[in-house]
């Protein structure tokens, strides 16, 4: 056991609550699948007590993942542990992970509570858990700024209390890695019981420490870490799962342990979660970024050509890269569509979802000589995204841009089935047609962010567009890809639009 590294997941859940990362229930069922097929250890499927629609999105994924333990959140209270507790039964392996945090700032500022009564309440809400699985994990909030020796003693009654893993969080994103190797080190050394559970660990970026923070951990004992697709998470985000996993088995000379993550499925993993939450991945982001690999200095590429270990520590395909893989064209059938979808492991619930992506396909086959992996992978993204209960779609867009000018856009919308038409002027096309789609709707949201990227190359390459609107302090992202980005961006805006009109009230696990 003690070579193993545990990989746990939690993209849904600390990953989600990055700005407008919300996922629908779908979404998060695609990435829950994707995990599996990663070899993720658990899946932290969400927060169950956030709102009813959280509990029924874990509840099915525990439902469908057969290969992975799949975990819900519980702050340390009755509510919470039951509420998870539920939303687990039907996996086949299920975990609740309780929280509270042991700071003096937090228990004094945000608690309001005694340390006496964080342990109580810690060793409570393990024992409660223990009603509904075995498998309990335990995380001291803010551990990073908590007192050792008050860390020491949550630690050793909830491994009284049956908790099976500790998890150490960096909530702030505050250490160094000698100091969070050290704190690992001395927990393992002075916390009774110690040898009974795995020790986790858990850290935010805010100094851009995170993944240099978990390895120290992992070299001092921890064989739990949590993490996230992309780096995905609150604030500057989490450890991000594809660093750490290619830093333990890249480096096998200073670790002595490994995980069971498929790396070939890094690449499609991290495309689909940038996809689903609208975050694009920064090109010089080590391992998923699309520059990682390649090479623009001569004397680099003269080396690589030469041998390739002289500037390569990894292989790209190792690591998923499948160099923009032509798969289908315009004359491809509805067999071959859907085996390609099957070898890229997506899959279409039902036989109207294949018809639709399929008569998708045969429109952007018609725009676009040759499709791509990540342009079916968009496409399907595209849409799942169409929820059928969907308020706003639209009908048809034309723009008149010329030199000169001013932009027009004309646009017809449907608004649950009845037609609305307007027009608008502005700055740009794109500009344009988000007035006209507001002089319909009204939102009164705020544009927080615009972006465009190419989903593979060539002029005809399909434009991905992310926007994030906020209103009333709802912050959502819309997502909508087209070879014309200025339909895209008219699609990206109404994706939005049609999450902030849906949103249910959600509570946050740490505020
Ligand atoms: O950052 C944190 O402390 C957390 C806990 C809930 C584990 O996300
Ligand atoms: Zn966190």
Redesign the pocket.
Known sequence: MNDRLIIFDTTLR?GEQSPGAAMTKDEKIRIARQLERLGVDVIEAGFAAASPGDAEAIKSIAGIIKHSTVCSLARANEKDVRAAGEAILPAASGRIHTFIATSPIHMEKKLRMSPDQVVEAAVKAVKMALEYTDNVEFSAEDAVRSEMDFLCRVFEEVIKAGATTLNV?D?VGYSIPALWGERMRQLIERVPGADRVIWST?C?NDLGMAVANSLAAVMNGARQVECTINGL??RAG?ASLEEVVMAVKTRRDVFTCDSRIDASQIVPSSRLVSQITGYPVQPNKAIVGANAFSHESGIHQDGVLKHRETYEIMRAEDVGWSHNKLTLGKLSGRNAFRTRLQELGIVLESEEAVNAAFARFKELADKKREIFDEDLQALVANESGLDACDRFRLVSLKVCSETGETPHAYIVLSDGGAELRADEFGGGPVDASFRAIEKMVGSGSSLLLYSVNNITTGTDAQGEVTVRLSRNGRIVNGQGADTDIVIASAKAYLNALNKLFGVEERAHPQV
């Open positions: 600390d969080p909530t858990h935010h998470g609150e989490n």
